[in-house]
């Protein structure tokens, strides 16, 4: 019998993590931590075998790689539920031009934003998309991300879609087939287009992907045309997620709560309603400050939806037009500064919530025994630096599944 593989992190300035051992956590519990001084934590081929305060490390026999983290704080992995990887190209174009004041959505009926990727995507091919996903997991990584959900969706025909969910798969990621993103030219209308991505691309999809999402918007696919691709989706095993209430309400909401939908992202639209439907559901709001701030929208009301009871859950949305940031540090700045949210509130949004989104809640988001040895190192003193440290390059060292990787 070989010998378990084992590293001890010790002299951590803080470790902390969600409280408890359920999911997701809602209104007051959504600030309860374990929070330890002076601690440290054990693993054992790749779980947490123990962690605690330093004076009650028992003595341990036997070989143990040692991680000094003095002046360090250690939160768990942090899960990003909400990312689109896949792409080819970039739109700094784009972004110049909505600098100088051109709005998103006129750009995208002139046929730019996510067509102009769908255009690049498609002409990246296969190993262009494997090549572009990597990269972006290895941004994510640098920032402390250890899970990540990845969508398709800038391929929207069969070879380009299946391709980008096979990238996200083989590099980790959990996949999600975004078939509904928005209607590709060669279609004339959204119907007709739903009626091949069901027929023809739905099949392979569900094989590959976690879950299917859809883009409920005016110009993209409204409540009808989303009801339609979500059952038929769910009918084929996929789980289901919107994107709702971005620019404008639409439906996405109610819809969400009917079908038993994991969650609806973006809800920068969201008014009272909303909130109080999401709070006396199971659904959970997947808020993305940082597309907000890109697209100078009103930032969704986390607040309002902590207080009142919602289960919420923060993610990046990292894609190349409305948020181009693979930043969850960042996010949760934003989540302090614009959300309402405190940095407790914050940590728990993007680890356990975030995990209970990609039905993972069991396995990471956490530091506590059994779960994975997913553990981002913080250069700070204070693990609150995660939220108060605006862009700062924080992230010292990741630890996935027990292996660390020192990034400064
Ligand atoms: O979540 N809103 C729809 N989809 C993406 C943006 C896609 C793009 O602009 O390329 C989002 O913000
Ligand atoms: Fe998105």
């Given amino acids: 019998m070989t010998a378990a593989r084992r590293l001890l992190v010790r002299d951590l300035e803080q470790l902390v993590s969600p409280a408890g051992a359920g999911a997701p956590l809602r209104g007051r519990a959504l600030a309860d931590l374990d929070w330890v001084d002076g601690a440290f934590v054990l693993v054992e081929d790749g779980r947490i075998a123990a962690m605690g305060r330093m004076r009650d490390l028992p003595p341990l026999d036997g070989d143990v790689e040692e991680l000094d983290g003095r002046g360090l704080c250690a939160v768990p992995g942090l899960v990003d539920c909400h990312t689109h990887p896949a792409f080819g190209g970039d739109r700094v174009e ?18 730019g934003g996510i067509l102009s990727t769908v255009r690049a995507t498609r002409a990246a091919g296969e190993e262009g998309i494997v090549e572009a996903v990597e990269r972006h997991r290895g941004w994510m990584l640098r920032q402390g991300t250890t899970t990540w959900e990845g969508k398709s969706g800038y391929g929207l025909d069969r070879d380009t879609e299946l391709a980008s969910l096979r990238a996200i798969r083989a590099a980790g990621g959990v996949p999600t087939w975004l078939g509904a993103h928005s209607v590709p030219p060669e279609f004339g209308d959204a119907d007709a287009y739903l009626d ?27 409540a009808a045309q989303a009801r339609r691709y979500l059952e038929a989706c769910r009918q084929a095993g996929l789980a289901l997620r919107l994107h709702g209430d971005q620019f404008t309400e639409s439906g996405a909401v109610p819809l969400a709560v009917e079908l038993g939908a994991r969650s609806v992202d973006h809800l920068e639209a969201t008014g009272d309603d909303g909130v109080r439907a999401l709070a006396s559901s199971d659904v959970t709001g997947v808020l993305l400050p940082a597309s907000a701030l890109v697209l100078g929208r009103p930032m969704p009301p986390g607040r309002a939806l902590v207080d009142a009871g919602a289960a919420v859950a923060l993610a990046t949305d990292f894609n190349p037009g409305s948020s181009f940031c693979e930043s969850l540090p960042l996010v949760c700045a934003l989540a302090a500064t614009q959300l309402g949210l405190a940095p407790a509130e914050a940590l728990v949004a993007c680890t356990v919530n975030a995990a209970h989104v990609l039905g993972r809640a069991d396995e990471v988001g956490r530091l506590a025994p059994g779960y994975a040895a997913d553990v981002a190192l913080l250069d700070a003193p204070d693990w609150r630096h995660l939220a108060y440290h605006l862009g700062g390059e924080l992230v010292h060292t990741v630890v996935v599944r027990g292996e660390p990787t020192r990034l400064r």
């Avoid at 972004?95 to 100088?100: G, K, M, P, Q």
Wanted: aromatic share 12%.
């Fill in 94 to 111: 784009e972004f110049s031009l909505r600098a100088a004041g051109a709005s998103y959505e006129e750009l995208h009926a002139a046929g």
């Fill in 196 to 222: 091949f991505a069901l027929a023809d691309v739905l099949p392979e999809a569900a094989r590959i992907a976690e879950a299917a999402d859809v883009f409920l918007e005016r110009g993209a696919f409204d």
